[in-house]
């Protein structure tokens, strides 16, 4: 099973340039994408006074995180209170310490687990494994990708890359291995698919004495975490064993249930595109009786402060994950969400990734140029994140920090220069005539087929126009 | 009503045909443009590309130069977006109160399409077209600056046009500025698609208000010999039946 990481991935052009070239791949997400985009777009319709909904969830959001602190000491008082152990971690690493820890002390080498970003994050999965203790993904999408031993390609429908036939072979080579195999005879029937997962995964959740989940909210008037889901394993795990561990960002607190209610509408028109998700869960520490009688809430920073102290990007810590920027995002319906490197893919990945980890690799100072700024994804987003607005942001820290490092970069050279034209209408004339004689020596019937050096990406599937004779300004001088 | 042309350095450069059917066309209406020459470029580039502080200098020549008009008018939905939205946030980050201040004291921007509808209030322009078109709405006119409909309106009362719906319109062409070069790959599988619908519309001219993304689709139509020519929204509202558009560049 899945032991691999993103440590080492490429810069997002170059991973983007394979994922094009797999026609699978485009066909799936084409396919997918399509689907989602037009669900959700006739729920929302529905809705009346959607711009009023998106309002009030962006508006409770940003007040709670102004006031995060406080609403943290209260949800750690009301958890505790309710009989619950809350734990917080800096970063992935010290929650999966955590985690690592409580496990070992119920004694149980395997766990079952409820699909949830927080724990993909930390790459818990990957370090429980090397304590011995196996952890098993019971989301039908999330054990599609674990058995493939692959990585999730998007946040709601981790397996989107994948279709029917896909599945149905993955099924049939990997489920042996881990516990009740796949039925013999087995096609690529939608429900006969479901069927061998749920026989598969009812065996551990029988056995299971430990689960881990993640959260969609806390409460944090009543100490309370809420799981929405739509297949019910989620319920199963969060039931039927003895110990539960949720790892949950810090941002994923609401004030109270007043506020959670604007969610509860806002996120599965946006997510799945139905009125209301099948499943919502919600449990406040333990009842003697009833469900777990241990609750560990392990809370996560891993970035989250200081993404809160940027005044732009901290926008990017409203998200609920609903994927909806994803599903119209025309760079992620192209070439998917593995290009992204890492559990956020897509446009909130671009902005949420770079801010949580920081832009010391490559890949993380490519992500927010993986994007056209076509606004596409502000204009679903449920929570009104203005995702391009930190993607430029974040593009002038990426810029800011090379110029700090002082390495000598051609792009730089050209701004530069670029700008010392521009800031002056003579000078701009003179590379007016420049340009449109340059332009002439290349040009063939007005238009350039090859243009050099950095310029040359463009001409590789584009003509370029020549630059004009005569200028505008120019024009204007001569007749005016 | 004064009203500066605020041409921006890309059409000045590379497409004056545009500039010179935005005067023919607003003179046409009874309103007289003025070019003041000291106008260069509104910083867009370097601002979506992460150079913030080199836009300073562009947006304080922006703010001196078109100080004192009642309106400014431009072909161009993404600069005059860039204008809107960002000019005070350039401020803001270099802390210049200042400019600042210029830029909120600033006259209104308006993309072609809005000035004619919102503030000339017209959508018969008196223009001959008689050819099939179809439209390309533009991320930028379509999402910053909500546009909605006003082009199709000035489009559909041009006497002879044979408009086709787009299919797919508002995605986006693939186009981003340096998104072209850093992720060409990326940008031209969006290209190719946005080819194919233009091609299913059977349309011998493709126009938007915009000639960067017209200058990425029409460089594809061109590269694959499709036949299909790009034309800024301002040609075709400036052409009549006596002087139709001047130059017909094929693709
Ligand atoms: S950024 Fe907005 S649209 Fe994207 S996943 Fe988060 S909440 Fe949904």
Redesign the interface.
Known sequence: MSDSTYLGMPPFPEAARTALGDTQLRSNLAHATDTIRRKRAAVVAEVDDWEELREAGRAVKERTLRHLDTYLVRLEERVTAAGGQVHWARDGAEAGRIVTELVRATGESEVVKIKSMATQEIELNETLAEAGIAAYETDLAELIVQLGDDHPSHILVPAIHRNRAEIREIFVREMGAYGTPAPDGLTDDPARLAEAARLHLREKFLRAKVGISGANFLVADTGTAVVVESEGNGRMCLTLPETLISVVGIEKIVPSWQDLEVFLQLLPRSSTGERMNPYTSTWTGTTEGDGPSTFHLVLLDGGRSDTLADRIGRQALNCIRCSACLNVCPVYERVGGHAYGSVYPGPIGAILGPQLRGTDTLLDRSLPYASTLCGACYEVCPVKINIPEVLVHLRAQVVDEGRERRVPKAERMAMAAARWVLSDPARLAAAQRTGALGGRLLSRRGRIGRLPGPLSPWSDTRDAPSPARESFRAWWKRTH | MRVALF?T?F???????T??AVVTLLERLGCRVE?P?????C?Q????????P?CV??VR?FTEVFDGYDAVVSPSGSCTAMVRE?HGRVAE?AGDERLAEAVRAGPPVYELSEFLVDVLQVTDVGAYFPHRVTYHPT??S???LGVGDKPLALLRAVQGIDLAELPAA???C??????????????????TDKVRHVLATGAEVLSAGDNSCL??I???L??LRTGVRTLHLAEILAATRESPVRKV?SA
């Open positions: 041409i350095c059409n000045d450069t590379l497409f004056p045909d500039g010179r070019f020459l000291g106008q260069t470029c910083g580039m370097h601002f979506n590309t992460g150079y913030q080199e200098p562009l020549r960002y980050v991320c930028h379509l999402r910053m508002d995605q986006c693939g186009f981003g500025g340096t998104f072209a070069l850093k992720n060409a790959d990326t940008s031209a599988a969006m290209c200058m990425h029409g460089g594809s061109s590269r560049k």
